[in-house]
C-alpha cells in the first residue's frame, strides 16, 4: 500500500509540514511582538492583514483549484502546460495591478486609513507572492516538496527578521517590510524552478484569459463569500472592538489554524491524484481518518486550552482562552469540509459550491447584524458566529453530496 500511494503521502508530508510552518512561526513570534509592540499595535497590523487577504482572494480568483487540475492534466505536455501557466499568471497580474488602484483610492480617501497609510500600503505589497509564487503549479505537477522548502525558508527569513528588525512600538511598519522581503525571495524561487522546468512565459490572447476567468469565475465566487466567514470576524473585532480584542482573537485563530493543518492537507494532498484516477476506495479512507483525526483534535484543544494559550501568548492574552475553547469543534468540521469539495468539482457541481459558500456566509453576516442590534457583540460571540457558519457549510455540502448520489466517494 505504501509503495503504491508512495508519492500521496510524501506530498501529504510535504504540505503538512508547510501548513504546520505556515501557522507555527507566526506563534513563534507571538509573545515577542505582543510585549514590544503591545496588543493595540500589533492588532493594527492584523487589521491591515485582514484588508490585505480580501486582495489575496481576489488575485487567485479560485486559480488555486481551478489550475491544480489543469496542470495535473497537461504536465507531460510542456508546450500546454507553458500556456497553462502563462495564461494563469498573465490574468493575476492584471488583477494585481486592478487591486493597486482600487487600494490606493480607499487608502487615500479613508481617513481612518490614511492616517497610518504607510502600514496599509506596505502590507498591501506583500500581495505579491500570490501571484509569483504559484502553489496551483507544485500541486498539479505533484511536486510539493518545493512548495514546502521555499516557504519554510521564507517564513524562517520573516521570523528571523522580526527580532532583528522589531524592538519596540515604533517598529511595527517593520513587520510588513519583513513580509514583503520574504514574498519577493520566495517568488523569485518558485520563477526559477518553473524555468528550470522547461516552463516558458509568453503573452496570451485575450479570449484565452477570458475564458480561464470564467472557467475558475465560480471558485472565485465561493472563495469571496468563504472569506466572508474565514476573515469578516477580523475586519468586525478591529472595527468594532478594538485592536486589544482583535489581538485575543487572532491567537485563537492561529492555534486552531495550526492545530487544523494536518487535516486540511489531507484532501489538498489527495485532489490531483483523484481527478486522474477517481479511486473512490482511496476517497472513503482518506475520509474515515479525516474524520478522526479532525475529532481527536478537537477533543485535545478544548481540554487543553486553558494552558495552550498562556504558553504562547502569555498570561495577558488570557481573553483568548475562551475564544479558543469555542472554536475547537471547527478543526472536525474544516477537516471534511475540503473532502466535500473535491467530490463536488469531480464531478462538476462547482455551482453547487458557490451556493454553499454563500449561504454560510448569509448565516454568518445575519448573526453578527443580530448581535450588533442586540448589544452582544463581543469576542466569544463573534467566534460563535463564526463557528455556526462552518457548521452550516459542512452540513450543506453532505446534503449535496447526498443527494446527488455521490456519497460512495466518503462510504460504501
Not at 455551482?351 to 454568518?364: D, E, H, K, P, R
Request: overall charge positive.
Amino acid at each position: 500500500m505504501f509503495k503504491r500511494h508512495r508519492t500521496i503521502i510524501a506530498n501529504f508530508a510535504y504540505l503538512s509540514a508547510l501548513e504546520v510552518a505556515r501557522w507555527l512561526f507566526p506563534l513563534l513570534t507571538y509573545p515577542y511582538l505582543i510585549r514590544v509592540l503591545t496588543p493595540e499595535a500589533y492588532g493594527s497590523v492584523i487589521f491591515a492583514q485582514g484588508i490585505a487577504g480580501y486582495y489575496s482572494i481576489l488575485i487567485n480568483f479560485g486559480f488555486q483549484t481551478s489550475s491544480t487540475q489543469e496542470v495535473a492534466q497537461t504536465r507531460d505536455n510542456g508546450e500546454q502546460l507553458s500556456d497553462t501557466v502563462s495564461t494563469v499568471l498573465q490574468a493575476q497580474v492584471l488583477i494585481w495591478l486592478a487591486c493597486l488602484v482600487f487600494h490606493l483610492l480607499l487608502v487615500f480617501s479613508v481617513p481612518a486609513l490614511s492616517k497610518d497609510s504607510a502600514l496599509y500600503l506596505l502590507t498591501f505589497v506583500t500581495t505579491v507572492s500570490d501571484v509569483f509564487f504559484p502553489t496551483w503549479y507544485f500541486q498539479g505537477i505533484e511536486k510539493m516538496r518545493y512548495i514546502t522548502l521555499i516557504s519554510f525558508s521564507s517564513r524562517l527569513l520573516t521570523v528571523a527578521g522580526v527580532f532583528v528588525f522589531v524592538h519596540d512600538r515604533s517598529d511595527y511598519l517593520s513587520l510588513p517590510v519583513v513580509s514583503i522581503a520574504s514574498s519577493f525571495c520566495s517568488a523569485g524561487a518558485a520563477v526559477f524552478i518553473m524555468r528550470s522546468h522547461g516552463i516558458r512565459f509568453r503573452f496570451q490572447p485575450a479570449a484565452r484569459l477570458k475564458q480561464a476567468l470564467a472557467h475558475s469565475a465560480p471558485l472565485f465566487y465561493s472563495n469571496g463569500f468563504a472569506a466572508i466567514a474565514d476573515q469578516g470576524g477580523t475586519l468586525v473585532v478591529g472595527a468594532a472592538l478594538g485592536s486589544a480584542e482583535l489581538a485575543y482573537c487572532n491567537l485563537a485563530e492561529k492555534i486552531i489554524r495550526l492545530a487544523s493543518a494536518i487535516y486540511f492537507n489531507m484532501a489538498r494532498t489527495l485532489y490531483p491524484n483523484l481527478a486522474r484516477s477517481r479511486d473512490k476506495a482511496l476517497s472513503r479512507k482518506a475520509t474515515r481518518a479525516i474524520l478522526l483525526l479532525g475529532l481527536a483534535g478537537t477533543f485535545a484543544v478544548a481540554v487543553g486550552a486553558q494552558w495552550i494559550v498562556p504558553l504562547v501568548g502569555g498570561e495577558r492574552m488570557a481573553p483568548a482562552i475562551g475564544v479558543l475553547r469555542g472554536l475547537a469543534p471547527y478543526i472536525v468540521f474544516a477537516a471534511v469540509g475540503p473532502m466535500l469539495v473535491n467530490i463536488l468539482m469531480f464531478e462538476g457541481k462547482r455551482g453547487t459550491i458557490f451556493t454553499n459558500t454563500m449561504l454560510a456566509s448569509v448565516v454568518y453576516v445575519g448573526s453578527l447584524a443580530l448581535l450588533a442590534l442586540g448589544h452582544r457583540l463581543t469576542i466569544n460571540t463573534v467566534a460563535a458566529a463564526f463557528l455556526a457558519s462552518i457548521v452550516v457549510r459542512v452540513l450543506h455540502r453532505f446534503w449535496v453530496v447526498r443527494s446527488h448520489g455521490l456519497t460512495d466517494w466518503l462510504y460504501a
